[in-house]
């Protein structure tokens, strides 16, 4: 029977880390942009176009991989649109990227609505890591996934290098914290924005391509199912920090599977196992994700409370070169 109960645990571990590998990709790729000073909320608009589009390359050409780099590039070029409004237009960061959203869920409509009824196209392929995962439990938890979990494994470390002890982090940081200054030691405040909010759409494509090739490998309209949302929220639950945002990523991907893992839950003593698989229980372990980003949104949205997560200060504030306090 312990053994039931281990195998349960492990298995809804495992699944958590698989369905969270999308969105840690999106919120990491929102954390460069947001610590550079650009609010990108078309994360949502992204992710979807990279999936289908990468989800109709694999299907037309049989290679998944070729269909995973169209997805990024994809997320990458509508990410400049949002920097074009956001940098070189000053427009409002939230209209545009709420805007970019909504013509990447429209496109995304109209580009895979031949696609719904596909099953067969190429997936990206899964694999043990040899030795490690033979490890009893943790190796089943870790080390036997698709090949975009793994990736996700390399991208934390290297965001958080990157951000935290590099050259090029400090200058991010500097960025989007107080650009005015930046701008005076030299460093092209606008370049670097445009850099970070492209590398955060490179990533939103990825996350995308990830759902449709590899964690649910079909396409259906509305695919990533407010996963890019999510992601923004996920920034603020992680303070900007990828290790968080790793945590954050996982945990919600664990949630959002409970659902499903809880029909094959073990028995347990008298009628407990029965409120597990209520299907209402199941309405309501759906909605705590979400309800859990309405929350932190909220609590973010004041001021004062930005300040003590560690908001980057210049977040949401054009550049005007030469404007006092910019």
Do not use: C
């Amino acid at each position: 029977m312990v053994a039931n109960y281990i195998s349960f645990i492990t298995t809804i571990l495992a699944a958590g880390i698989a369905s969270g590998t999308a969105v840690l990709f999106a919120t990491i790729g929102e954390i460069f942009a947001e610590r550079a000073g650009v609010l990108n909320l078309g994360v949502e608009g992204m992710m979807l176009m990279g999936a289908v589009t990468a989800f109709r390359v694999s299907y037309v050409t049989g290679n998944p991989w070729l269909g995973l780099l169209v997805g990024i590039l994809v997320g990458g070029l509508l990410s400049l649109l949002h920097a074009f409004v956001a940098i070189t237009l000053r427009g409002d960061q939230v209209v545009s990227g709420l805007a970019l959203t909504f013509v990447g869920a429209g496109l995304s409509s109209v580009i895979g609505w031949s696609l719904v009824d596909v099953r067969d196209a190429p997936r990206l392929p899964a694999f043990d890591i040899p030795l490690l995962g033979q490890i009893p439990i943790l190796g089943e938890i870790l080390f036997r996934h698709n090949v975009v979990v793994y990736l996700g494994y390399l991208l934390i470390p290297l965001a958080w290098f990157l951000i935290n002890r590099t050259r090029p982090g400090l200058h991010l940081r500097a960025v989007g914290e107080y650009p005015a200054a930046a701008d005076a030691l030299g460093i092209n405040v606008f370049r670097l924005r445009y850099l970070y909010v492209f590398i955060g759409g490179l990533l939103a494509g990825l996350a995308g391509a990830s759902l449709s090739l590899a964690i649910t490998p079909l396409w259906i309209d509305g695919l990533t199912a407010g996963q890019g949302w999510i992601a923004v929220g996920l920034v603020i639950f992680a303070q900007w920090d990828p290790l968080r945002a790793a945590f954050g990523s996982y945990l919600f991907g664990a949630i959002r599977r409970l659902p499903l893992d809880l029909q094959g839950a073990p028995p347990l003593p008298g009628d407990f196992h029965l409120v597990l698989q209520n299907p209402l229980l199941n309405y309501f372990t759906n909605m705590l994700p979400y309800l859990f980003t309405i929350f932190v949104l909220v609590v973010a949205s004041r001021e004062a409370m930005r300040k003590r997560l560690g908001a980057p200060a210049a977040l949401g504030v054009p550049y005007v070169r030469g404007e006092r306090g910019a």
